[in-house]
């Protein structure tokens, strides 16, 4: 989704937790394709990629787990949904002076502007 978006070029590094679907060889040849990096924890120590950690605990809690899905086009949608509706616009963050992702980026940029 952020790719799209913003573009970033190659050796963008992806992190992302130990779950088998980011090991699988499917998801590191899109990884390489698409001239990413794979960053996963190491095994038993989950301050390697903490923040992505919390991110995939908070998706799977707040969202996925509450809902029983029919289709993978269904799963996406809702996931979709949840990360651009609620998760960056909405949801505050203490790690980042409870401000929504999309209101710290802007508070971001402005102060490089300014």
Same mark, same amino acid.
């Given at each position: 989704?952020?790719?799209?978006? &913003?573009?970033?070029? #190659?050796?963008?590094?992806?992190?992302?937790?130990?779950?088998?679907? %980011?090991?699988?060889?499917?998801?590191?040849? +899109? +990884?390489?394709?698409? &001239?990413?990096?794979?960053?996963?924890?190491? #095994?038993?120590?989950?301050?390697? /990629?903490?923040?992505?950690?919390?991110?995939?605990?908070?998706? #799977?809690?707040?969202?996925?787990?509450?809902?029983? %899905?029919?289709?993978?086009?269904?799963?996406?949608?809702?996931?979709?949904?949840?990360?651009?509706?609620?998760?960056?616009?909405?949801? +505050?963050?203490?790690?980042?002076?409870?401000?929504?992702? /999309?209101?710290?980026?802007?508070?971001?940029?402005?102060?490089?502007?300014?």
């Amino acid at each position: 989704m952020a790719w799209w978006k &913003r573009n970033p070029g #190659k050796d963008l590094i992806h992190h992302s937790d130990r779950g088998s679907q %980011y090991a699988s060889h499917e998801y590191q040849e +899109l +990884l390489h394709e698409y &001239r990413f990096i794979g960053s996963m924890s190491r #095994k038993g120590n989950c301050w390697d /990629n903490a923040v992505t950690e919390s991110f995939f605990h908070t998706l #799977k809690t707040e969202c996925v787990y509450k809902k029983t %899905y029919s289709t993978k086009k269904e799963a996406r949608s809702d996931v979709i949904e949840y990360i651009e509706m609620f998760y960056n616009c909405n949801r +505050l963050h203490s790690s980042i002076g409870y401000n929504s992702p /999309n209101e710290f980026e802007k508070n971001l940029k402005y102060k490089k502007v300014a």
